[in-house]
């Protein structure tokens, strides 16, 4: 079956970096784009980030474009999120997600940005 395993949230002052991972099994990752999503404490939620299956295009939300890089390593079945700069607003549980017919999630790594 699809599982996906988030890792490398904590909790880190603002203008710093943390770089997360999720590995995947049960499908043949190198086949499916790949996307992170946040959900912020009481809000929705949202699309943070795809990379393309061979990892040919990318694409961010607006907010964290310039900050934050989606990258893949189909040999490990492991898509990662580098994030820096992070500010306060980035405080969210992260989850990955794949299109595997309906939508499979990982149990999510939480993000704390604080002083």
């Given at each position: 079956q699809v599982r ?9 002052e603002p203008g ?6 999720c590995a995947a ?91």
């Amino acid at each position: 079956q699809v599982r996906l395993v988030e890792s490398g949230g904590g909790l880190v002052e603002p203008g710093g970096s943390l770089r997360l991972s999720c590995a995947a099994s049960g499908f043949t990752f190198s086949n499916y784009a790949m996307r992170w999503y946040r959900q912020a404490p009481g809000k929705e939620r949202d699309w943070v980030a795809t990379i393309a299956n061979n990892g040919a295009s990318r694409n961010y939300v607006d907010s964290v474009k310039g900050r934050f890089a989606i990258s893949r390593d189909n040999a490990k079945n492991t898509v990662y999120l580098q994030m820096n700069n992070l500010q306060p607003e980035d405080t969210a549980v992260y989850y990955c997600n794949v299109r595997y017919g309906p939508d499979f999630w990982g149990q999510g790594t939480q993000v704390t940005v604080s002083s």
